[in-house]
């Protein structure tokens, strides 16, 4: 039995910068999501944030939608994947986050609005 969630991951941010590199016929969307993590030090609630780097593939007619992503809250969904590359006869490899959806939050107000009031 295989697990289906594994190599999986889904995060929620807001989208710090958008870049894009134009190849032969798509487009490589490189994301940047502000992530944030509360802890507890003593009786005091303390934020930490990083900068998430994640990579989607994308059609060139979306590089316009996806530049106009910045300040949003998303939440995305993808996988884990492996950068493997070689420096002066050595191999090395980084991890990298592969999304696969990308969706809105929606923002409070939105919920109110759906509501009625």
Known sequence: MTNKLMNQFQVSGYVA???????KNSVLAE???SVRHATKKN???VY?????????WI?????EEYANMKGQLVTCTGFFGID????????????TFILKDIEDVPSKDDNNEEDGE
């Open 43 to 45: 009786d005091e609630t």
């Open 48 to 56: 930490e944030s990083a900068l998430l780097p994640c990579q989607r």
């Open 59 to 63: 059609r060139t007619d979306q590089k």
């Open 31 to 33: 994301i940047l999501l």
């Open 17 to 23: 910068k958008v870049s894009t590199k134009d190849f």
């Open 84 to 95: 493997a590359y070689e420096t002066g006869g050595e191999k090395h490899s980084k991890i």
